[in-house]
């Protein structure tokens, strides 16, 4: 695989990787110093707000530079739902347990993203024919 494949590939993964050990570091140490709920809300906001936005702007990508969605958006969505489960464990409350219906809305962005990706790379192709 080249770099930029690789990298295209784990764009939101990161992201998922680094809220995730936010999470973690969260339930253990930053109960005591009341920074929990600042935490959070960045936990939410990602959930509802950013990793539909990441996945999407992936499979935008994935499509313009023909790589095989099925691995990008795979992965993703796996390190999505990988997080989902420490946030089930890590929650007391069972707040987050509705969370795993949010993959249906991940899947529907990258979907709806890998389609307006392949109409940009066929609106840039048709123009560079004529």
């Given at each position: 695989m080249k770099k930029k494949t690789i990298a295209i590939t784990l764009f939101p993964t990161i992201y998922t990787i680094f809220i995730l050990f936010l999470t973690i570091l969260s339930s253990t140490s930053l109960n005591a110093t009341g920074a929990?709920?600042?935490?959070?809300g960045?936990?939410?906001?990602?959930?509802?707000?950013?990793?539909?936005?990441?996945?999407?702007?992936?499979?935008?990508?994935?499509?313009?530079?023909?790589?095989?969605?099925?691995?990008?958006?795979?992965?993703?969505?796996?390190?999505?739902?990988?997080y989902i489960i420490v946030l089930h464990t890590y929650d007391t409350r069972n707040l987050?347990?509705?969370?795993?219906?949010?993959?249906?809305?991940?899947?529907?962005?990258g979907i709806v993203g890998y389609?307006?990706?392949?109409?940009?790379?066929?609106?840039k192709t048709s123009k560079k024919i004529k």
């Open positions: 929990l709920d600042f935490v959070k960045i936990m939410v906001i990602s959930l509802v707000v950013l990793f539909p936005l990441l996945i999407l702007i992936q499979a935008i990508v994935s499509a313009l530079n023909r790589i095989n969605i099925f691995v990008s958006l795979g992965v993703s969505i796996l390190a999505t739902m990988l987050f347990f509705t969370m795993y219906h949010y993959s249906k809305i991940y899947l529907m962005s389609v307006v990706g392949k109409l940009f790379y066929k609106l």
